[in-house]
């Protein structure tokens, strides 16, 4: 499994696709330090590397995000909140990679688009 120098993910808000929801995961000393932003409310705690390493397994060896169709897999600029056709967007940097972006647009056609969304939920609401 690669190092990460971070992960971010940001999904539409299901109360209002203006807003969204989005987290962070970078690096600390010996742990993982994530970051939420719900509706501006900032909330921040540590995840060892026993929960990074889980969280990227289920990614790459369950989802095989690394795999995906090319019509799934994004650029840097193509991150921008004000499209609405992107419902999330995905984006690992790796420390001696490059980065792998992910976009969500075809609930019901894009391979593992609920597994994604419902994993990143679960994160941000803490469960």
Known sequence: MKEIRSLSFWKRSPNSVESV???????????????????????????????????????????????????????RYEDDKNNFTLKFFLEIDFKDYTYLCIKGIHPFKQPHYKEIMDTFTNILEDK
Do not use: G, H, M, W
Not at 25 to 37: A, C, E, G, R, T
Not at 38 to 58: F, G, T
């Open 21 to 75: 929801y989005s987290l962070t995961i970078v690096p600390n000393k010996k742990d993982y330090q994530l970051q939420i932003n719900i509706d501006n409310e900032k909330k921040e705690r540590l995840l060892s590397n026993n929960e990074v390493k889980a969280l990227l397994s289920l990614l790459f060896d369950t989802y095989q995000i690394d795999q995906c169709p090319e019509e799934y897999k994004a650029f």
